[in-house]
Each structure stands twice: as C-alpha cells, then as structure tokens.
C-alpha cells in the first residue's frame, strides 16, 4: 500500500479547511503580538512572554484543542495536522513552539496511560480552561537513561491502603518549568517508574529560577525541586505503579515528529531568510542569488536534506494517521525523521548565517537567533546519538531476522517505482539500499558493531538510505497527483524529482564511502576493493553523472517559488 493509499483512508485528523484556518490564525496572530522586533527584544532580554504562551494555549488561539481528543473538547488533530502546525509554529519562534509541545508532552502519559476518569480531567482542562503542561522525566543525573531517575514515590499508608505518594528529588530542564500549572513528573515506585501528575503550589515543590539558554531564550525552562510533596493515589497516572518507562515509550514515534517538524520549520525558516538576503546582496556585478558557488553550497544541499526528511515526517505522520503507530510501532521512523529533520534544520541555520555574511554574525538579524533556537532540537527529546542508536538497533534486529534481506527487498520496491517514475531517482535509492544491505552484511560478518561507533554510524547511514527511499516515494506521488490531502506542496513535481534525486546520490554515496570506511576501518580481514565491488561503488560513483544540473535546476525552482 502507498503513502496515498494509507492517506486517502487515514480516519484521524481534522479536515484541510480547519487546519489552514489554525494556521492563518497562528500568523494573523503572531503578525499582531510577535514581530520581529519584539522576538529580538524578548530573545535579548532573556523573557518568557507567559501571557503569549497562555493566548495560544487558551481561548484567543486555541492551538492546544488541536493536539486534545475529541471526546476531551478538542478537536482531536492527527500526526499530519501536527507535524504541519508545528513548522510553522516553529518558523515563528522555537521557543514558543516549545512552550506549546510541553504541555503536549506533559499531557502524553496521560494520553497513552491514564484512566477514563484522569483523562476526562486532565484532557479536559487543557482543553476548556488552557493550563500550561510540563513534562517532568531529566534529572540532574538522568538524561538519556532515564532509567537512572532519582527522583522516588514512596507511598503513604492509612488503614492499610495507600492513599497517595510523597516525591522526592529534582527534576533538570524542564520547559514551562516555572509557569505551568500542572506537571507530570517521573519518579521511582516501588513498583517500578511512574508518572504523576502535580499540581502548582503544592507543598515542598518549588520550580528554579529559569535557565539562562543559548537559545530559545522565549520558552521557559527551569530545574524543578521535589521535597517530600505529597500527591493523592487518583494522581498516579493508569493507577498501577511501574508503566513510566513503557508510557514515555509509547509516544515516541509522534512526539518525536513534532520534534522533527521544529527542526523542518526553523531550518526552512533560516534558509528562506537567506533567499531573499541572496536575490538582494550584489557582489561582483551581480546578486548572490546568480552565484552558483553561492547557491549550490549554502543553499541548495540544505533546502533537499530538509526536503528528504520533510518525506519521512511526513510518510509517518500519515501511517500513524492510519493507526500503524500503537505501542510505539513506528518510534524509529520518527527517531530516523527527528533525527534527519534537526540536523538537516541545524545545518540549514548555519549556512544561513554564512549566506548573510558579517550580517548573519549580528543580532539585529533573525538567522542568528535562529541558529541557536534551533540547535535545542538535536538535543532534546532524544539526542541525535540517542536516535542514531535507536535507528541503528531497530534496523539491525532487522537485518539479522530476515537473513540480510531487510533492505535488499525494500530496493526492490524502489526498482518497482522507477519503473513507473525513471525521473524520481528511485534506481539510485535502490543501489542506495542495497549498499547499506551490503554494509550490514560485512558489519555482522566481521562482528563490527561491538564497536559502538560503527553502531551509530549505521544509523546515520540507514537515516540517510531511508530519507532518500521516503523523498523518491513522495517524488513519485506527487508526479501522480497522489500526495496525501495535507501535503506541503512548495515545489512542483518536476522540481521535487529534480530534489529527490540530487538527494539519492548523497545518500547512496554517503552509505557507500562511510560504509566502506568505517567497515575497513574496524576490521583486520576485509579487503577493500571485494567490498567496494560488493557494495557497486563505481555504479554508485557513475550515478553522481548528472548532478550539477540538477543543482541547477533546485536552485532555480526555489528562486522561482521565492518569487
Ligand atoms: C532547553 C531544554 C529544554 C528541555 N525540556 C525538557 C522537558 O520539558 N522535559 C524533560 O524531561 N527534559 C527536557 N530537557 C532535557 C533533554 O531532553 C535532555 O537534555 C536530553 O535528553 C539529553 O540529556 P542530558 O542533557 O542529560 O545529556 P546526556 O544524556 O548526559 O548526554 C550528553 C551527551 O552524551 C551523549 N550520550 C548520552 N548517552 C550516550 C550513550 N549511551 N552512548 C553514546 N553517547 C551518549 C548524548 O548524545 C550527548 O551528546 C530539555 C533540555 C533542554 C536543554
């Protein structure tokens, strides 16, 4: 079944009219309370603008009924829907967009592990009366391996029955820290990790004073101290002790788009800022824009790495519209999309700055506060090692279970769609996944992968393969006229093969060099040139025939869609 096809029946979501009015009114409203001028100053002046924070989440804007069930008194938006409103909540400003995704995370365990009773009173308060979430999992000594949490729940006891917890510890980084009006914190039963949900003002729960931030100095965050407060037995969420871990887990593959979607907005947000800067700057005679040492280095490889991961959050959103996503089913695509997405966003952001020059360097320009806002996304909810690691040992599993045929098939797949689409780059995604197959194979061969470092190269590479094999896919679609309703549709077809295949050559090239890098460079026995055979590298290095022009032709479509 296609992208399409799972689109076409995908029963979640809002329609495309209410999701455009939630848009409109993002920037109608951001025009009036947020300009420029004002995001600089809060962003100088290191200020949480709290009651722009609550208009959004509250009945001026509303955008929390978006990510609220139905039944709730939301109006219960899909993956799609979020992933579509968080970029562009995310080309406003990180720091609000994080703000706005804290009381979604905050609310999560609730969502995925709460009772009918806690749901209907949580959900619902975001959605009628716009509390502020924060979602309470760091500690001082737990980030990654949350698993070492601290923090614990010791139950307290009347007449034989525990009646509620009192939680201990401290709790690091945490957005909305200091302005919420409830948390959900993680803390050690003794049943195993648990959420609770605590109120503001409750005794012994003190928020810090908010963290002086390399960026996104909009959104609040604050250390949150825990002293024996006491939270009633109603407020362990699902009501059995031991599901935290298994609850934050659940989650992944959509949260994890929202996080991808920041990275997509703030990258997109940065290069479109280095378009205009370009088509105006003259140098040498002329404007930048004309300069292809200019556009095909600073501008070009950012706007098709941004692109190829647009295609994975998007085919994502779209399955876990479908309902492909429970229990966690699809956490590694939305690790592979977060992970494509905020380093894709970050890079872009950093050539922005180039693109501007000396003017990119000063504060009086977005791109530079862009820049840092965005470098949060390859750090939090799951660093971009964290996703290496979870892509790699998924895809891994994989390889092994099917006797090395994971990705060997999947190639078959895209030979089937170049058949139907030769101008998407599909065939070169396809010699793409049969490298990485390739790769896998040598890695298990030489027992590779006990080298951590080989690991989480291969999940950089299967991100790459996969983004590429995602992006030829939507290329094709959208030759068909069968992008899913939703779908952002800056380019045309034409323009959006003219990408996927400058994409499938960077990706093909990347698993092909790396892989026989880190391959020959982590074992004794391999020889080089069966393996670069084995892995097609020269059919890999023929296939880059053809690239400049097609650099030529993305750069003029998106001077053209500037226009
Ligand atoms: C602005 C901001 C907002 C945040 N908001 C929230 C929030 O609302 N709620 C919340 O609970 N948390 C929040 N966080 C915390 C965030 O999720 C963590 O910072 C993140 O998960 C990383 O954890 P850490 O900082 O402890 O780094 P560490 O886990 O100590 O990692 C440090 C470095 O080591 C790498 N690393 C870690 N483990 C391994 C490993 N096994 N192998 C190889 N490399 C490894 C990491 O990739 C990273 O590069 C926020 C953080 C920031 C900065």
């Not at 951001?30 to 609550?54: F, G, M, N, W, Y």
Request: hydrophobic share 45%.
């Amino acid at each position: 079944m296609t992208v399409s096809d799972r689109a076409a029946e995908a029963p979640a979501g809002v329609d495309m009219e209410t999701l455009s009015l939630a848009i409109e009114s993002l920037h109608d409203f951001v025009a009036k309370q947020l300009p420029e001028s004002r995001q600089l100053e809060l962003d100088h002046d290191d200020i949480c603008p709290e009651d722009l924070v609550r208009a959004m989440c509250g009945d001026e804007l509303g955008l929390q009924l978006l990510f609220v069930p139905e039944e709730y008194g939301g109006m219960g938006g899909g993956a799609v829907d979020v992933y579509r409103l968080c970029e562009q909540m995310a080309r406003v400003d990180i720091g609000l967009a994080t703000s706005v995704l804290a009381t979604f995370l905050g609310s999560d365990p609730i969502t995925v592990g709460a009772t009918a009773e806690q749901k209907a009173t949580w959900l619902s308060r975001i959605a009628d009366e716009g509390i502020l979430f924060a979602y309470g999992a760091t500690e001082p000594e737990a980030g990654s391996d949350l698993g070492a949490l601290r923090t614990t729940a010791t139950p307290v006891v009347d007449d034989g029955a525990v009646v509620g917890y009192r939680l201990t510890g401290r709790k690091q980084w945490i957005s909305n820290g200091g302005i919420a009006d409830a948390y959900t914190i993680l803390a050690a039963a003794p049943g195993g990790p648990s959420w609770f949900v605590l109120e503001r003002g409750a005794e012994g729960f003190t928020p810090n004073r908010p963290e002086d931030k390399h960026g996104i100095r909009l959104s609040n965050t604050a250390a949150l101290f825990l002293d024996d407060v006491f939270v009633p037995v109603e407020n362990l969420v699902g009501g059995v002790e031991g599901q935290g871990l298994v609850q934050a887990q659940q989650v992944f593959g959509y949260t994890r788009l929202m996080v991808a979607a920041f990275g997509l907005g703030g990258g997109w947000s940065a290069l479109d800022r280095a378009i205009a800067y370009s088509t105006m700057r003259v140098q040498a005679g002329g404007p930048l824009s004309g300069k292809q040492g200019y556009t095909h280095k600073l501008i070009v490889p950012h706007l098709v790495r941004l692109e190829a991961a647009r295609a994975l959050i998007e085919q994502t959103g779209v399955r876990i519209d479908a309902g492909e996503g429970v229990g966690g089913a699809l956490n590694t695509e939305g690790a592979i999309a977060k992970y494509l997405a905020t380093e894709a966003g970050n890079a872009a952001a950093d050539a922005a700055i180039q693109a501007h020059g000396g003017y990119g360097y000063t504060r009086d320009y977005l791109v530079e506060k862009i820049k840092r806002d965005v470098r949060i996304t390859t750090i939090y909810e799951g660093t971009s090692e964290i996703m290496e690691m979870t892509i790699a040992r998924d895809r891994w599993q994989q390889h092994l279970k099917t006797r090395g045929a994971y990705y060997p098939g999947r190639a078959a797949g895209l030979r089937a769609l170049h058949a139907a689409h030769p101008e998407v780059g599909a065939a070169v995604a396809a010699l793409c996944y049969e490298a990485l197959g390739g790769v896998l194979e040598a890695c298990r061969l030489g027992r590779l992968t006990r080298n951590q470092h080989v690991l989480l190269r291969l999940g950089e590479l299967i991100a790459y393969a996969e983004g590429a094999a995602s992006l030829a896919d939507r290329a094709g679609a959208a030759t068909d006229g069968t992008l899913p309703p939703k779908a952002d549709t800056r380019f045309a077809p034409a323009d959006l093969a003219a990408i996927s295949r400058v994409y499938a050559r960077e990706a093909a090239w990347k698993v092909a060099e790396d892989g026989l890098r880190w391959v020959q460079g982590s074992s004794t026995g391999t020889d080089a040139g069966t393996l670069a055979s084995s892995l097609r590298v020269d059919e890999i290095r023929a296939a880059q025939a053809g690239l400049l022009a097609d650099m030529d032709q993305v750069a003029r479509a998106v001077y053209l869609s500037y226009d």
